[in-house]
């Protein structure tokens, strides 16, 4: 469904988005389960066609599979997906216009940029001008102050489970593509993030930047959120909010009571 080794892409056809965001199914019918999603210029694999409406994918940036309507991406051949699937920039901005003579789009926070060269980016069909703020794809300076900033614009967002654009995210995607802007590669759920970055061995010791890693109550890894300071995390719960955090875990003051379960916390930066 969501999560599979990774197949030969030498025998698939290939496919870019070119809508600003576009669902990826669970199963090739409507009211599947929403799995993830692909932001405008991200790039995938074509593993299988249903029928013509239909098609399964593996996405190039979060290495998910799942369905998605054929309509809503653009068929590619394997020299032009190369080419815009290598080292895209990303775009900061949370909702700007990219245009050129004849159609200007709308694109959210954490898009692709494909061979974006600081005032245009090339898709399949035409270059588009795109005058918002981006980070090349080797990433910002890494500095904790400007990660919390990024982050921030995320703030209010609300949840969706496999949502990946401000107007619906959940906590995986969230710490990704935070991470993503700042060249730090990270899978995109939070069962496979916290094994990457260093333990930090006490909550006292954290720091703005460190991944706080939350259970469910079988102890499995189910949600994350980064720590800002001063005893607090934004994370992604009914929006991506601000709580407070202890050894014991998540707490909504709006409830007054701990939603998540700490486990473990790690430091990337």
Not at 10 to 37: E, G, R, T, Y
Not at 127 to 139: C, E, F, P, S, V
């Given at each position: 469904?969501?999560?599979?080794?990774?197949?030969?892409?030498?025998?698939l056809?290939?496919?870019?988005?070119?809508?600003?965001?576009?669902?990826?199914?669970?199963?090739?019918?409507?009211?599947a389960?929403?799995?993830?999603?692909?932001?405008?210029?991200e790039?995938?694999?074509?593993?299988?066609?249903?029928?013509?409406?239909?098609?399964?994918?593996?996405t190039?940036?979060?290495?998910?599979?799942?369905?998605?309507?054929?309509i809503q991406?653009?068929?590619?051949?394997?020299?032009?997906?190369?080419?815009?699937?290598?080292?895209?920039a990303i775009?900061?901005?949370?909702?700007?216009?990219?245009?050129?003579?004849?159609?200007?789009?709308?694109i959210?926070?954490g898009?692709?940029?494909?061979?974006?060269?600081?005032?245009?980016?090339?898709?399949?069909?035409?270059?588009?001008?795109?005058?918002g703020?981006?980070?090349?794809?080797?990433?910002?300076e890494?500095?904790q102050?400007?990660l919390?900033?990024?982050?921030?614009?995320?703030?209010?967002?609300?949840?969706?489970?496999?949502?990946?654009?401000?107007?619906?995210?959940?906590?995986g995607?969230f710490?990704?593509?935070?991470?993503?802007?700042?060249g730090?590669?990270?899978?995109?759920?939070?069962?496979?993030?916290?094994?990457?970055g260093?333990?930090?061995?006490?909550?006292d010791?954290?720091?703005?930047?460190?991944l706080?890693?939350?259970?469910?109550?079988?102890?499995?890894?189910?949600?994350?959120?980064?720590?800002i300071?001063?005893?607090?995390?934004?994370?992604?719960?009914?929006c991506?909010?601000?709580?407070?955090?202890?050894?014991?875990?998540?707490?909504?003051?709006?409830?007054?009571?701990?939603?998540?379960?700490?486990?473990?916390?790690?430091?990337?930066?």
């Amino acid at each position: 469904m969501s999560r599979k080794k990774k197949v030969d892409s030498k025998h698939l056809f290939h496919a870019i988005c070119n809508l600003n965001v576009i669902p990826v199914f669970s199963k090739p019918v409507d009211d599947a389960i929403m799995v993830s999603q692909m932001l405008f210029g991200e790039t995938c694999h074509i593993v299988e066609k249903k029928n013509k409406h239909w098609f399964k994918i593996q996405t190039t940036t979060c290495n998910i599979i799942g369905w998605v309507r054929s309509i809503q991406i653009q068929l590619t051949d394997e020299n032009t997906y190369t080419k815009l699937s290598t080292n895209p920039a990303i775009a900061l901005e949370i909702c700007h216009p990219l245009f050129n003579d004849d159609i200007s789009k709308s694109i959210v926070i954490g898009s692709s940029l494909p061979c974006y060269d600081g005032i245009s980016c090339q898709m399949p069909e035409a270059k588009y001008i795109y005058n918002g703020q981006a980070a090349l794809y080797d990433g910002l300076e890494t500095s904790q102050e400007i990660l919390i900033k990024i982050a921030r614009r995320y703030l209010y967002s609300p949840e969706l489970p496999g949502g990946r654009s401000p107007f619906g995210i959940d906590s995986g995607a969230f710490i990704q593509h935070v991470f993503r802007f700042f060249g730090i590669i990270l899978p995109r759920f939070p069962n496979e993030q916290y094994l990457y970055g260093e333990i930090v061995d006490f909550t006292d010791l954290a720091v703005e930047g460190d991944l706080a890693f939350c259970a469910d109550t079988e102890n499995q890894i189910n949600h994350v959120g980064i720590v800002i300071g001063d005893k607090k995390v934004l994370h992604v719960h009914g929006c991506v909010r601000i709580d407070k955090i202890d050894h014991h875990g998540f707490y909504n003051y709006d409830l007054q009571k701990y939603t998540h379960k700490l486990r473990i916390i790690k430091r990337l930066l």
